[in-house]
């Protein structure tokens, strides 16, 4: 059968390939993925302790309200609880928000390049897309500010950026969310916070009591290493939060995630460790691409852009034949260029070893 809703220009997820798969197709030891901005030194140990001697009854649903990691994060952060919402990763809190905002006859804002799943989303829902080119890189907010019209729903700005890595500065957000109709969510999304080291880049919750549209959304999948457990949240004001509430799913985390991410939280040591770390790692990169005259983006992220003035996939390909799996650029948007996480200093050493063989 057909589907009545038909949905354009829409593709399926392409999984990359698994690290067992490129191990088995090129005979490999040992593969470093260093492909989807995960942390190269995994979570805090205190969940691993945690993990070690969890006693949870599987068949029971979770918590649907999230209740001990509510408290956690609201504490955290100095927000009221109902001032949360936790999605199964970013990912889900991205569709529940397209969801719950846009139809057929709005349309929604955001930058190109930036994040797939936001226009992912606004094409499930039938939804305009609104693409404005990045400005050197940055969110061209004024460009941006220009496309709002009456039926905008949604406008997205992710900070950093993916995939460059880069930084709008708080200033520009704040003139920014100033202007904005006030019946426009404008999503900030900061999956990368905790790796900023900007010290101009003030803690956006704090623009919420001023602006009950805007949303900031968050992760435990990166610097806290979460991924797999897969709990994203995202903070905005009561009004906003308590009409996405009701449309999410009601067992979006897992029993062991809501417990791992409590446990990840209150290891703020792990984070900045983790913090110093990316920042020596990302000088690797940066020190590789000067000498080698490469172009790349300034990162405030654990991951880097950098150009290889070459076609991508093939430099994509010949990393993944000696064991290192990375993102083309053509996957992002920006051809001729390769997205790298920043991994520890030996596996930066060995795959910056083994582009110099490629490239
Ligand atoms: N937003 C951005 C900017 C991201 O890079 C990612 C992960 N690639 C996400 C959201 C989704 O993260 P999560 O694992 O929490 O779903």
Same mark, same amino acid.
């Given at each position: 059968?057909?589907?009545?809703?038909?949905?354009?220009?829409?593709?399926?997820?392409?999984?990359?390939? @698994?690290?067992?798969?490129?191990?088995?197709? /090129?005979? !490999? +030891?040992?593969?470093?993925? *260093?492909?989807?901005?995960?942390n190269?030194y995994g979570a805090s140990p205190k969940v691993k302790?945690?993990?070690?001697?969890? +006693?949870? #009854?599987?068949? &029971?649903?979770?918590?649907?309200?999230?209740?001990? !990691?509510? @408290?956690?994060?609201?504490?955290?952060?100095?927000?009221?609880?109902?001032? !949360?919402? /936790?999605? #199964?990763?970013?990912?889900?809190?991205?569709?529940?928000?397209?969801?719950?905002? &846009?139809?057929?006859? *709005?349309?929604?804002?955001?930058?190109?390049?930036?994040?797939?799943?936001?226009? $992912?989303?606004?094409?499930?829902?039938?939804?305009?897309?609104?693409?404005?080119?990045?400005?050197?890189?940055?969110?061209?907010?004024?460009?941006?500010?220009?496309?709002?019209?009456?039926?905008?729903?949604?406008?997205?700005?992710?900070?950093?950026?993916?995939?460059?890595?880069?930084?709008?500065?708080?200033?520009?957000?704040?003139?920014?969310? =100033?202007?904005?109709?006030?019946?426009?969510?404008?999503?900030?999304?900061?999956?990368?916070? =905790?790796?900023?080291?900007?010290?101009?880049?003030?803690?956006?919750?704090?623009?919420?009591?001023? $602006?009950?549209?805007? !949303?900031?959304?968050?992760?435990?999948?990166?610097?806290y290493g979460l991924?797999?457990?897969?709990?994203?949240?995202?903070?905005?004001?009561?009004?906003?939060?308590?009409?996405?509430?009701?449309? %999410?799913?009601?067992?979006?985390?897992?029993? *062991?995630?809501?417990?791992v991410?409590?446990i990840g939280?209150?290891?703020?040591?792990f984070?900045?460790?983790?913090?110093?770390?990316?920042?020596?790692?990302?000088?690797?990169?940066?020190?590789?691409?000067?000498?080698?005259?490469?172009?790349?983006?300034?990162?405030?992220?654990? /991951?880097?852009?950098?150009?290889?003035?070459? +076609?991508?996939?093939?430099? /994509?390909?010949?990393?993944?034949?000696?064991?290192?799996?990375? %993102?083309?650029?053509?996957?992002?948007?920006?051809?001729?260029?390769?997205?790298?996480?920043?991994?520890?200093?030996?596996?930066?050493?060995?795959?910056?070893?083994? &582009?110099? =063989?490629? &490239?």
């Amino acid at each position: 059968m057909k589907f009545k809703k038909q949905i354009k220009g829409l593709n399926a997820y392409q999984p990359g390939k @698994t690290m067992d798969e490129v191990k088995r197709i /090129f005979n !490999l +030891d040992k593969v470093i993925k *260093l492909a989807s901005n995960e942390n190269p030194y995994g979570a805090s140990p205190k969940v691993k302790a945690y993990l070690e001697s969890a +006693d949870v #009854n599987y068949a &029971l649903y979770p918590d649907g309200y999230a209740t001990k !990691l509510r @408290t956690a994060v609201a504490k955290h952060l100095k927000v009221s609880e109902n001032q !949360l919402l /936790f999605g #199964n990763g970013s990912d889900d809190n991205i569709l529940i928000v397209s969801r719950a905002i &846009l139809q057929p006859g *709005l349309n929604t804002v955001m930058a190109s390049v930036t994040f797939g799943q936001y226009k $992912h989303n606004a094409i499930v829902e039938g939804a305009e897309v609104r693409e404005v080119p990045l400005k050197n890189g940055e969110h061209d907010l004024d460009k941006m500010y220009d496309s709002i019209d009456e039926n905008t729903g949604i406008v997205w700005i992710c900070n950093p950026n993916n995939p460059t890595g880069t930084l709008t500065p708080s200033e520009k957000i704040k003139v920014f969310i =100033e202007k904005v109709p006030h019946d426009v969510l404008v999503v900030l999304d900061e999956a990368y916070i =905790e790796y900023i080291t900007d010290e101009t880049y003030v803690d956006s919750i704090r623009l919420i009591e001023k $602006h009950p549209n805007l !949303l900031i959304m968050r992760t435990f999948s990166k610097a806290y290493g979460l991924a797999s457990f897969r709990v994203g949240y995202a903070i905005g004001s009561e009004e906003v939060i308590s009409q996405l509430e009701p449309t %999410r799913e009601p067992f979006n985390n897992t029993v *062991l995630s809501q417990d791992v991410a409590v446990i990840g939280l209150q290891d703020q040591t792990f984070i900045e460790e983790c913090r110093a770390k990316n920042n020596a790692g990302k000088k690797q990169y940066e020190t590789y691409c000067t000498e080698r005259k490469l172009d790349f983006y300034p990162s405030h992220t654990n /991951f880097i852009l950098m150009e290889v003035k070459t +076609d991508s996939d093939a430099v /994509f390909q010949g990393l993944m034949k000696r064991g290192f799996i990375v %993102r083309s650029g053509n996957a992002l948007g920006v051809p001729g260029y390769l997205r790298i996480t920043i991994g520890t200093e030996q596996e930066n050493t060995e795959l910056l070893q083994k &582009l110099d =063989e490629v &490239l």
